[in-house]
């Protein structure tokens, strides 16, 4: 099993800014894909940012230019730093990662969810 554990989530003023943390831990071979998606109150959730291991990212287009996602590879830790905050950034942020396992000889690819943390951003 893998487990997310997320931080970094807290109360701003629009126009700050709010770093995220998402360490993953447990029974690790490889992590592929790592990135944040967020739910807001009656939305669906959205991929906010995304991360390979080779380095190629995507962001919503929501968050191009404001938002930053950077993973530490030896520490299995991705980063969302979140310049320029909007009231409509406010949502319970979720970090995923997309984890190759190896279980008896055996390679399995799951994907993770943390429990999220929350980020409200004041007008």
């Known amino acids: 099993q893998v487990q997310l554990v997320e931080s970094g989530g807290g109360l701003v003023q629009a126009g700050g800014s709010l770093r995220l943390s998402c360490v993953a831990s447990?029974?690790?071979?490889?992590?592929?894909?790592m990135g944040w998606y967020r739910q807001a109150p009656g939305k669906q959730r959205e991929l906010v940012a995304r991360g390979t291991t080779g380095g190629s990212t995507n962001y919503a287009d929501s968050v191009k230019g404001r938002f930053t996602i950077s993973r530490d590879n030896a520490k299995n830790t991705v980063y969302l730093q979140m310049n320029s905050l909007k009231p409509e950034d406010t949502a319970v942020y979720y970090c995923?990662?997309?984890?190759?396992?190896?279980?008896?000889?055996?390679?399995?690819?799951?994907?993770?969810w943390g429990r999220g943390t929350q980020v409200t951003v004041s007008s």
């Open positions: 447990g029974s690790i071979f490889r992590i592929n894909d």
């Open positions: 995923y990662a997309d984890v190759t396992s190896r279980t008896g000889g055996v390679y399995v690819t799951n994907e993770y």
